[in-house]
């Protein structure tokens, strides 16, 4: 690479880690939000933490502790694709040109850049996480690959992703929901960004099959999906069973 086209990577990648505090700033303001509720009112209990949770638990389920940015490479696995189809997932997304969509929960960048490629230089996609270490592995990542323009980082908190009131037609949480330690608040707050009927697009491994090779707390079935979904605004659209060892929920906003 020339010094001029390394000046110009530089700058872009400067460019998108500085839509991060954009981001932040465009996410619902406290007076927006929902009141608080009681965590048992919430569906919330504590008890013993096992060896790949944290203790906390949602409408019976354990919630299992976040994959820290150290063990990124994995998302960026050369097999990935083979081993998950992941572009069964994209098609199955059905997105255009000009979209505006989120990757909720997006570390690396992997699905971002693939929806970023779907939706064309007139879409957006705000690509959440809440390690500064992984926006700024996206960031760097989409600009090497001259998504740089497409992408908007969003630094987002453990309870809110912080985006603007419907200003998304699809989230996708790859992956991801199972981890997260406030579900309900943050499930919430992506209904608020999404545009009246758009779409929440889960994507979680086969709690239902043990040939699945993920530890079991990194796993869900339909029926706890659909019974913490069933919360929400949101209604369950379909579920789709294109993939080898993940299941993929659809679900919609009501309008």
Avoid: C
Avoid at 1 to 21: C, F, G, K, S
């Amino acid at each position: 690479m020339n010094r001029a086209a390394d000046v110009r990577r530089r700058a872009a990648l400067a460019a998108a880690l500085a839509l991060v505090a954009v981001g932040v700033g465009r996410g619902a303001h406290a007076a927006d939000a929902p009141a608080a509720v009681p965590a048992a009112a919430a569906g919330y209990a504590t008890g013993p933490a096992s060896a790949d949770g944290i203790g906390k638990r949602y409408m019976g389920r354990e919630i299992a502790a976040v994959m820290g940015w150290q063990g990124s490479a994995w998302l960026e696995r050369a097999e990935r694709e083979q081993e998950e189809r992941t572009d069964l997932l994209v098609a199955e997304l059905a997105l255009g040109p000009g979209m505006r969509v989120a990757d909720i929960g997006a570390g690396t960048g992997y699905f971002t850049r693939r929806l970023a490629r779907a939706i064309g230089p007139t879409g957006v996609v705000f690509a959440v996480d809440v390690q500064p270490e992984m926006i700024e592995q996206l960031a760097r990542l989409a600009v090497q690959e001259g998504r740089g323009a497409t992408l908007k980082p969003v630094l987002g908190a453990i309870d809110d992703v912080r985006l603007a009131p419907a200003s998304i037609e699809l989230a996708l949480l790859v992956d991801v929901y199972h981890e997260l330690e406030f579900p309900r608040e943050v499930m919430q707050s992506v209904v608020r960004a999404l545009r009246p009927g758009g779409r929440v697009v889960l994507v979680e491994y086969r709690a239902e099959d043990p040939r699945v090779p993920i530890k079991r707390l990194h796993t869900m079935s339909v029926a706890q999906i659909r019974r913490e979904m069933a919360v929400l605004p949101l209604l369950l659209e379909r579920v789709v069973e294109p993939l080898p060892w993940q299941h993929i929920v659809v679900l919609r906003k009501r309008s």
